[in-house]
């Protein structure tokens, strides 16, 4: 099991603090083993992902992410669609996975930050 200790503090954000905007964000994920296999979460879009292989599960909930955004962006939905966090059981499982990584150098939480203009630039749209 590979994980990517990318977090450069472990600072816990909680799921009440600051709102992402149309133009700027910031997307919190955790995978955890569960059953023999992983669950991946996106706390911030509430996403699901499950898999046996920990970097497929990854793979699959940033492209969930990412295809989140652009939706959200292409059709001009609402700004409340990039501020719909996953339920408190998964931030906890979060803050389990943090305490744990502490102790291992390890995580399986990650946080991207977004930009509009980046978002629509990666799915090939022109910005205006």
């Given at each position: 099991?590979?994980?990517?200790?990318?977090?450069?503090?472990?600072?816990v954000r909680t799921r009440d603090q600051k709102r992402n905007t149309n133009e700027k964000g910031l997307i919190e994920f955790t995978i955890f083993e569960e059953s023999g296999g992983y669950v991946?979460?996106?706390?911030?879009?509430?996403?699901?992902?499950?898999g046996n292989d920990y970097e497929q599960v990854r793979k699959?909930?940033?492209e969930a992410a990412q295809l989140h955004l652009e939706t959200v962006y292409k059709h001009e939905l609402?700004?409340?669609?990039?501020?719909?966090?996953a339920?408190?059981?998964?931030w906890d499982r979060r803050e389990q996975n943090l305490q744990s990584a502490r102790k291992l150098h390890t995580t399986g939480?990650?946080?991207?930050?977004y930009s509009?203009?980046?978002?629509?630039?990666?799915?090939?749209?022109?910005t205006a």
């Open positions: 099991m590979k994980f990517s200790p990318k977090l450069p503090k472990l600072n991946g979460v996106c706390l911030t879009f509430d996403i699901v992902v499950e699959e909930l940033l609402p700004e409340d669609l990039l501020n719909r966090p339920p408190q059981e998964y939480s990650e946080r991207h930050s509009k203009d980046r978002v629509l630039q990666s799915a090939g749209a022109v």
